[in-house]
């Protein structure tokens, strides 16, 4: 987890397209200056990140199904539920489902553990497919892909 | 039995917390109802799972965008119902 630069996944387990499914593990830095801050003497892992993680799974696995013909801009989160606190030095293990396809769009939902508990869930993310805003930002995505371990190459439309 | 519309209106006044008395079928989902682009994903959604269907937004919204189409087709509930129809009748085809 590179936390300063929003890039929350250590590398992806699993990606089952069909199934619509994929899950990823997130190792927590035990250092980071989000910790100096969130909260002093009391380094927890804010509960919007383990959103992101959630979001950023799910994300891939939309970029999977929709042949990465445009980036899933997360566009509204449901029923979101931070279930338990996450401290510098643990690992997430995130599920990430697709549950719709819609045009220009896309629903998910998404679990994380740590030590095998439950510590978030979300409900409904909301996915909206907008245009890559450069050639680069994709061509980008193959690198950022092989390093986290998904299968993306596969699935290019 | 609920019609088309009847459901597309249950689903607006859940979704958009609008009183269902105000959903008519004349009503404009964008001009008059004041829902947002973001709502409509939320109306989409449901009325995809509904109907088992599938609305084409984005082919919608590039007739739109090419002044092929109004937004008044796709947008105004009772015409938003006909297309609803249609995409039904096409998938049982």
């Known amino acids: 987890m590179r936390l ?3 890039q929350m996944i250590d590398r992806f387990v699993d990606v089952d397209v069909g199934q619509r499914v994929a899950r990823a593990i997130c190792n927590v830095p035990q250092q980071s200056t989000v910790f100096e801050g969130h909260f002093p003497g009391y380094p927890l892992m804010p509960g919007v990140l383990l959103i992101e993680c959630m979001a950023q799974t799910t994300g891939w696995l939309v970029s999977a199904l929709t042949g990465f013909t445009g980036l899933p801009a997360l566009a509204g989160v449901k029923d979101g539920k931070i279930r338990g606190a996450v401290f510098p030095g643990d690992e997430l293990e995130i599920e990430g489902r697709v549950v719709h396809e819609g045009s220009g769009y896309a629903i998910g939902e998404a679990k994380g553990w740590c030590k095998g508990v439950v510590v978030c869930d979300a409900k409904q993310l909301t996915y909206r497919l907008i ?3 450069s050639p680069e930002l994709r061509e980008g995505l193959w690198d950022w892909a092989a390093r986290i371990n998904f299968p993306a190459k596969e699935f290019v439309k | ?11 607006i006044a859940e979704t958009c917390d609008i009183p269902r008395e ?5 009503s404009h989902a964008i001009n008059d109802l004041e829902i947002d682009s973001l709502d409509f994903l939320d109306i989409a959604f449901a ?7 599938k609305l084409p937004l984005e ?5 739109v965008n090419d002044g092929k189409a109004t ?6 509930l009772k015409n938003l119902c006909e297309r609803i129809d249609e995409l039904i009748a096409a998938k049982g085809a």
Do not use: H, L, R
């Open chain 2, 22 to 26: 105000n959903i008519k079928p004349e």
């Open chain 1, 131 to 133: 245009p890559y805003p």
């Open chain 1, 4 to 6: 300063e630069y929003f």
């Open chain 2, 47 to 53: 009325i995809d799972k509904a109907f088992g269907i």
């Open chain 2, 1 to 11: 039995m609920s019609t088309t519309f009847d459901k597309v209106a249950e689903i």
């Open chain 2, 71 to 76: 937004t008044d087709q796709y947008f105004v």
């Open chain 2, 59 to 63: 082919q919608w919204t590039q007739e």
